[in-house]
């Protein structure tokens, strides 16, 4: 398991953090069951379950984003909200197969507010001493898949490995190391769907199916 050696901030911050929740037992199927009840942090008041990973159980890749959004929190399942979509996309055409991956995110419950505009609640993307709270499903997710090479879909998923001083703009797109494991950084899908114009989103997007491709061919 990727272990913190000190306090971590989730503890430093009053929350208990996810190890009093783990299972005897750390396999995919306990694990998913036993996320249910965590309550290692504030997140799960506010969400209607939690969202843990989905895909493959013995990966090549292994892709952690930030959050469940509003959809994942709905559905139970990560990555099938927009971002989701644009994200199996991007995977497509980097010539990627899904049956090789697995989804998961940085933090397992929804972090929202009321949106004042209208009944859609509008994310909010977790604090450092959240992410540090969860990292304990994350870890345990990592050691029952044993991926090739995990991709960080922007910087919470980077902060949860390396800490709050990850920067996607200096890591992106080559690989890291961090004990035996591999890492390669892009951004987050949500970041193309935030592109303000058309040019602009198609750039985004060959960024991340070139990165993509990067993690690939890494994880051959
Ligand atoms: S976000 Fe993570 S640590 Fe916080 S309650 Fe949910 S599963 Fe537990």
């Not at 939690?50 to 990560?78: H, I, N, T």
């Not at 940085?106 to 540090?132: E, T």
């Not at 345990?140 to 919470?156: F, H, K, Q, S, Y």
């Amino acid at each position: 398991m990727i272990q913190r050696k000190r306090p971590s901030a989730g503890q430093r911050a009053g929350f208990v953090g996810a190890e009093k929740f783990l299972p005897r037992v750390h396999s995919l199927r306990q694990l998913r069951a036993a996320v249910q009840s965590c309550r290692g942090c504030d997140l799960y008041k506010g969400a209607t379950q939690a969202v843990f990973g989905a895909g493959g159980s013995k990966p090549s890749l292994m892709l952690v984003g930030e959050q469940p959004g509003d959809q994942e929190d709905k559905q139970g399942r990560p990555f099938v909200g927009p971002a989701g979509a644009l994200l199996h996309k991007a995977l497509a055409e980097a010539g990627i197969a899904e049956e090789n991956t697995y989804f998961t995110n940085a933090v397992k419950h929804f972090r929202w507010v009321v949106n004042p505009r209208g009944k859609r609640r509008l994310h909010k993307s977790p604090g450092a001493q959240q992410i540090a709270a969860c990292h304990a499903w994350l870890a345990c997710e990592v050691e029952a898949t044993a991926p090739r090479v995990i991709v960080l879909l922007g910087a919470a998923a980077g902060m949860a490995f390396f800490g709050r001083s990850f920067r996607v703009g200096t890591s992106r797109g080559r690989l890291l190391t961090l004990g035996s494991r591999r890492f390669l950084a892009t951004i987050h899908p949500s970041a193309v769907l935030r592109s303000t114009s058309s040019a602009e989103r198609a750039v985004a997007f060959r960024g991340l199916v070139t990165d993509l491709q990067a993690a690939r061919a890494a994880a051959a």
